[in-house]
Each structure stands twice: as C-alpha cells, then as structure tokens.
DNA sequence: GATGAATGAGCGTTCATTCAT
DNA sequence: AATGAATGAACGCTCATTCAT
C-alpha cells in the first residue's frame, strides 16, 4: 500500500491544479511539484497528460457511482428513486468541489464529447446507468414525459449542474432544504 | 469603414477556430492567418490574446441580446413572454452553433466565472437582463416557485444549454415541436 | 538576397556541430545558438530536426554534384573519366571536410539507408549519377570486370570513403601525387 | 560462473538494440528489460553507458580476432594470405550482421575515432594486427604497391566493408563466389 | 548483489508578443 | 497603419543514473 501513495498525490495534485486553473492552468511539472515528486516520475504512472487526464476522470466517476447506488432501492416509488438519484448527484458536487469543476473541464473538451456519446450509447459503463434505466422505465410507464431520452436527462441535470456550479463559486448557497426543492423542480420538468 | 473590416475577419477568424477546437487549437497566428492579415495586426485592434477573447465574447452577447428582444412583448401573458424568450434563445444557439459552442469555451474558463458573477449581481449589462426582469416579477407575481433568482435561472437555462449541446454535438435533433416541448417542460419547472 | 543569411547561418551552424559531434551533440539550442538566431527562428525555416537534416544533406549533394562535373569530359577516355570523378570526389571531401563528416553521420542513420536504396536503384536524381552511368558503360564495353554495379561501387568509393576520413582525421596527408596513386589503385580494383 | 551470466545478457541486449537501432534506439531501460536484468544492475558490470559500449566493440573485436586467425597459415604465399584474411572478415560480417551494423555504429563516434587512431598506431592490440604485420611485410617485399600503410589498408577494407554493409542491407546477395571475386578485386587494388 | 522507483537536466517544439521595416 | 520575421520562455516528455530497500 505505500506505493499507490505517489500516484495517489500525482492524481490528487492534477485534480486541485485543473480543477482551479483548468488544462491550461496544470504543466506537468507543476503537477509534480505540488505532488512533490519530481517532473519525471509522473510519467511511471501515466503514460502521457492525455491518459492522466482520462484516469482521473475515471477516478472521481468511479467514486460518484458508488456513492450515488448508495441507499438506492431500486423497489421505491418512482418519484421517490429520482429524488434520491437527483439529491445524492447534487451532494456530491457540493461536498466535491475539485470532482464537480474537474468534470466540467473534462466534459468540455474532445475526450468530455466522445465520453459523453459513449455513455448516451449505452457504450460505456458510467455513473448515469442507474439514471438511464430509471429514465427509460419511466418513460416506458408513462411517468415521464414523452421526451427523447437525452431530453429528459438534459431537463433533470442542466439545472442540477447549473445550481452546482452556483453554490462552489459562492453565487448562492445551497441547504439540505435547497437541494431537496430544486430537484423537485426537476421533478416537475420531466414527470407527465 | 476600412478598419472595422479587419477587425471583424479577425473577430470571425477568433471565433471559428476557437469554437471549433478550443482555445488551445487557436494559436494568434492562426487566427491571423485565416483572416488574411499580419500576425502583428491583430494587436493593432486588441491589446492582447485575452482582450480579444474578451470582446469576441462580447460582440456574441450583443446579438444574442438584440435577437433575444425582437418580438418581445412586455405586455404579453407571463407564460407566453417566458415561451418566448425561451425559444428565441434556443433557436439562436442552434442557428448560430459557432456562437454557442464559443460561449461554452468562454464560461468554462476564469474570464467567464467572473461575468457570470457581474451578470448576476446585476453589475453587467448582459443578454440576460430580460431574464431577470421576467423572473423578477414572476416571483413578485407568485407565477414563479419560490427559489431564488439563481436557481429560477438554472432550472430554466440549464436544459437548454444541455439541449443546444446535444442537438449541435448530432446527439439529437430538434426540431421545432421538440423546441417548443422542451421549453415547456422547462416552464413547469418553474412555474408555481 | 537578405532572408537566407538567417537560413544559411542555421545550416552552417548545423553542419558544424553535427560533422563534430554528431546528431546527438547537436541540440537544436546549440544550433541556433551558434548561429546568433533565437531557438524558434530555426522553425520558420525548416518543419523540423528531420527536415533541417535531410535539406543540409541535399544541400551537400548539389554542391558535391555540381563540382564533380566540372570539366568532366564526356567524350574522354573510360580510364581518364573514371579518375576524374575519383579525384574530384576525393578532393571535394579534402577541401570540405565538414561536408564528409557530414555526410558520414548523415549515410549511418535511417535517413541514409533510404536514401542510398533509392540512388541504387536509380529512383533519385544524386551524385552518383554520372558514376552510375560510367560504370554501366564500362560494365557493357568489358573495360570493368564482370561484376554487380553495387560492387563496382564498393571497389571504387569504399576506399576513396576511407582515405578521406583518414586524411580529415590526420591518420596521413593526402597530398596530389598520393590522391592520384590511390585513384589508381582504385582503378585497379575495378578495371579487367 | 552466475555473474557473468549477466554481464552476457546485457551485452547481448545492448548488441541487438544498437545494431538494430542505433544508440539513440538503445536507452539503459531497454537494455535492462531485453537483458531479463533491473535497470541498476547494468551499473554493477559497467560503469556507465559509455564504458559499456566501449567494452561491447572489445568483445567484438576479439571474437573477430580469434575467427580471422582460424587456419590462418602465416607461411603461406602472401597472396593466398591476403584472400584468406579478406574472406575470413567478409565471412565474419555476413554471418554476424548484428556484430556488423554495431562496429558501424561504433566508429561512427567520438569513440570510434580514438580506437582506429590507436590501431594505426600499433599502440592498441586489435583485430588488425594481422593484417597489419601482413601488409608491412607485403611492403618491404615489395609485393604491395609503394604506398602509405593507411592508404593500403583502406584499398583493401574500404570494399570489404562497403560490400558488406550492401549485403546486410539486402542490396546484393554476397555468395561464395562473389565474396572469393571481390576479395580478387581488392588484391588488384593494393598488389604491385 | 540485485533491484526498479525516482530523479531532473535536457531534449524538440510551440506560440504570444514585439519591433524594424 | 500594417506587416511577418524573430524571439525565448514554457511546454510535454525521455532517459542516464542513483540509492533505499
């Protein structure tokens, strides 16, 4: 366990650096430098800054995913799954400031596009699966509105991302009672 | 009326390449270049790479603000004013796809949290001010839910940003009915 | 006329450190250094290391080309042509050392194999042209022996190659009687 | 008996990667990894990349040495030790390309160069002191031509090598004929 | 003795900006 | 006013070498 150390703060220093300052905003050797290790031992863990970029992003998808299946009951009420789905993405931003301005860099940037495609696909497994069934069964069951798919999840995360953004750049604050009214509102965008 | 004919090819130069491959693909030199001038002109009309970044995004702003209010009418139902709005702008991203697919750039860079932040404070004249105004008085009028201004605005823009992205990216086509659709769904977001 | 002088000053510079030290010794700082240019100005002349190289050698090659038929007699005697080239060759490399040991590094690398395949074969215009040409003539009038023109070719420059490099490196003094006699002796080597 | 084991690995390895490659194909890390060795146990056998490439052209040379002596009769006619010697290392080129290419590589160096200096001055044993012997006895019995021992040491390799280098290469196919009738070549060259 | 993770100087190359013309 | 050649700092990346284990 004491080797994934480096590439722990490797990862870890790339995330604060693009989070803030962006691609741009993140040499490599400043990467180290704040990793505190020197410029060419990131490349033992990376092959290049496109593929530490990519497992980066993988990294924080990979702990959103987690924690949004967490206390999921795939047996609750419809209405109730949203929620639920809705309130553990938009905390998860909050409380992951770095992940939530991280994975707007990414998404908008070549790899965030051909990412995005994958994942609406069905290519690729990723954090929106859970989304994804329980939007296609809603619409099966005529809970929903009769909307394409990506229209419907555009209704449910557009503001979801756009209220995330708000809150960690100090525009507005966002409380537990906040949260649970905006995604009502969601709610209301996309239910028949 | 010879100067601005320059700056206008330069500004146009600026705003393909960037659109379409990032401020990274959009060396100076190449924006001089696809606008038929010297390297050294462009900074005859702008002091310096973000100057023109800064200004490109303004002379968007100002379009979009002009398209946005023609056929307004003030004195139309709440409704049909937001409908309006909605569409008028929906409409613009998908017809001007370089514009919006610039203004993704710019908002996903430090230049742009800080107009966001103006616009928002009011501090900024800005295509948004119809917005507020409209969002001002729905809430006054109790038309609107009860949420701040900040959020009204995410829950209202966000899915159109994400839907102008996903028809522009060939992730889905929109078409007048499903415009109009999903500015509905976007109104019963808000609405009380 | 003005604009070379920076594109003659980076190929001198060039020739210099690589003939002295190889391509290894010669990083694209020191080049531009000794040429009195900053770093990027070498790549307004040439795309490249790669291109920078291959266009020295092709500059060496016109220049050795040009000399080797001055005053080359088509008309003359077999035996007198063929001592001409010899000589002019042999003195070419004695009065440009630089140029040999240029040429050296430049045959042992990638770049030289492809280049020595396509003059075999004929499918570049070269040096060896009129050499190529003499010996197929010489092959066909029974004045050579009845070897592959490849061999013929070792025969005659393979020690013309070596005495130079021995004259530039100061094993011995090439002086005029002894380029004629090693000449000769080439001639023998290939001669019926 | 298990150390040298090692010291062959990476003198193998390095051979195939040089030869194949050049120097700047042939990084420690490589070595090590095709030698079946850590990278830092290179350093145990040689002191640095340099030292192990010198000592690399030392362990060719010797081997060559040792088969160009093989059958060697030094009281037979000057001639017959003349092809004898010449198709000896011919032989050895074709049959050990690896070896070949590597010795190219090698005098194409700094290095290079200080070993033919101390060759040609008697001060190094070497692969040529046959030859050596040879030619000075060839000299004052009168049976080589009245010429510098450099000159007539180039007359006689400069082909070999060239022929060889051609044949590695795949330009010609060297068969025992044609090897035995170059040689012939060669003795035309530098006999009186 | 053997390892291979770690290093950091050095490489080829790009590009925002300047300035002589 | 307009140019575009020239610049050099900064980038991503490589690799000979070291040293703690």
Not at 53 to 68: D, H, P
Not at 111 to 116: D, F, K, S, T
Not at 172 to 188: G, S, V
Request: glycine content about 8%; charged content about 25%; hydrophobic content about 45%.
């Amino acid at each position: 366990m004491t080797k994934p150390d480096k590439r722990d703060e490797i990862i870890r220093s790339a995330l604060e650096l693009i989070a803030e300052h962006g691609f741009h905003g993140a040499p490599m050797a400043m990467v180290a430098e704040r990793a505190g290790v020197g410029a060419g031992t990131i490349y033992r863990y990376f092959e290049n800054k496109d593929v530490l970029i990519n497992e980066l992003y993988g990294e924080i998808e990979g702990k959103m995913q987690q924690l949004l299946m967490e206390g999921y009951a795939a047996d609750a009420p419809f209405r109730a799954r949203f929620l639920h789905l809705g309130t553990a993405l938009l905390r998860y931003f909050i409380e992951h400031p770095l992940d939530f301005r991280y994975l707007e860099q990414f998404h908008n940037s070549p790899y965030g596009v051909a990412v995005r495609r994958d994942k609406l696909l069905g290519n690729r497994e990723g954090g929106c699966n859970a989304f994804k069934e329980l939007f296609e069964q809603g619409t099966a069951q005529q809970v929903l509105k009769d909307l394409p798919l990506v229209i419907l999840f555009d209704l449910a995360f557009g503001p979801l991302l756009a209220a995330a953004r708000d809150h960690i750049l100090g525009f507005i604050h966002l409380d537990k009672q906040l949260i649970t009214r905006t995604i009502e509102a969601c709610w209301d965008a996309v239910r028949r």
